[in-house]
């Protein structure tokens, strides 16, 4: 039997808890805490405190597990995600909310380096009508064209689908690439 | 209630914001490493600031200000070594040395210096003594605390943008691989070079901190700076373990076996 995993990671209420709802065969494993102080009390109630998970199974020997990061601004669970079988990661964006977008890219800048696997980004919540569209978060994120940023709707199972497709496109492209 | 704690959880402008409001007088001691520094207050105002590492005598403040130069700090270290800052500052005064309103801005600049350094403390234990008045053999002094609060909640946000910049020190640097770039001829500043010098995959960030003595807010913002600059890159610790099945494909054989549990994954997806 093999495990793999594709981590979820993103700023605090990107969405990444119902990414991995959307997808999971099993009820995610999840971390909820109530949230009791500060600002972030404002935007929701509970926030994820450890990793989430969610599976899916592909066939007798192999299981797919999508690890979905807490949300609050520290990188202590980073040594949990340093194990076997990591084959990516997405880092899902809040499109509503530009004051995240900075926070972002610093997450990215921290898989990149101590987790350095494809990854794609998704732009999260492009239903609401506050999103700000893709081509404008690739400015603000100041993104290499090369790097895929996927439109998202978290609550929605094709839109999820799509993201985990493209990244796994991704994987198998740097595979290819590697060979040579 | 004891005003203690750590300055993670409660900061120095915080602090300065609940002992304006309250007008407290007494004395706020924060001591962190290797560094202690007390801060007094009257009746919610700032009165006096010392840091340990630093000579706060009135001469030591008046050659840092140029009012005095340094035979005459010299001279009066000499002589007057056993007097009171108020006794030698009339004295000064008396002899023609130097305006009693030189002598009071300052103080007042040095004070202020003073607590813009304590708004970069990140960490350190705090506690505020009501018990403990202002030093009475010092030069009395009253600044009000607003505007020294506004300037600190500024350094706040930037240091909570820094953080998301650069979320973890456990991080190494190395230079950016441009071959037009000359760092002669770059314009860095005194801090930027103290960290040039240490910049080397082996060294993580929090390390060339630790080298350079520099706390979690200098170093982000000089790191930031020579990434915006174009100068250096984030990169990986040299003893960071590898991860991703990617990175531990050595043979063709191990390839095809990923690329086909690739497309497994792939194919399942599809149908989810
Ligand atoms: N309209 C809309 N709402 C979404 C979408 N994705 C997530 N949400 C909502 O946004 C809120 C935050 O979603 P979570 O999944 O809890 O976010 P998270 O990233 O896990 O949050 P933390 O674990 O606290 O960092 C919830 O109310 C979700 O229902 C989306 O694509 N569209
Ligand atoms: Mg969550």
Known sequence: ?180 | MALKGNLRDFSVTQLFNLINLAKKTGTLTIERSSEVARVNFREGKLAYAQLSSEDNSLPAILQRSKKISHNQYQVIQSRAANMTDKELGLLLINAGYITQADILNSLQQYLISVVRRLFTWVDGFFHFDASLPPPDDRIPIRIDLENLIIEGSRQIREWEQLQEEIPSLEMSLKFADRPDANMRKLNLSVEEWRVVKFINPKNTIKQIAEATKMNDLEIRRVVFSLLQAGVVELTRPTDMPVVGIINRITTPQEREAQVSLVNRLINRIRVA
Do not use: H
């Open chain 1, 1 to 180: 039997m093999q495990n793999v995993k594709i981590v979820v990671t993103g700023p605090f209420n990107a969405g990444k808890t119902e990414f991995i709802r959307s997808i999971s065969e099993i009820e995610v494993v999840s971390t909820e805490r109530k949230i009791s102080t500060g600002e972030e009390m404002r935007l929701k109630e509970t926030t994820t405190v450890a990793m989430d998970f969610g599976r899916i199974s592909v066939d007798d020997d192999l299981v797919l597990y999508l690890f979905g990061t807490p949300g609050q601004k520290r990188f202590d669970f980073m040594w949990e995600i340093l194990s076997e079988g990591m084959l990516g990661f997405i880092v899902l964006i809040d499109s509503t909310r530009p004051e995240t977008y900075r926070e972002a890219r610093g997450i990215l800048q921290t898989f990149k380096i101590y987790a350095p696997t494809p990854y794609v980004l998704a732009a999260n919540k492009q239903d609401c009508e506050d999103a700000w569209s893709v081509e404008d978060i690739r400015l603000a994120l100041r993104l290499d064209p090369k790097i895929k940023l996927l439109p998202c709707v978290a609550t929605n199972k094709e839109s999820v689908k799509n993201v985990l497709l493209e990244l796994l496109y991704e994987i198998l492209g740097e595979m290819e690439k590697s060979s040579e």
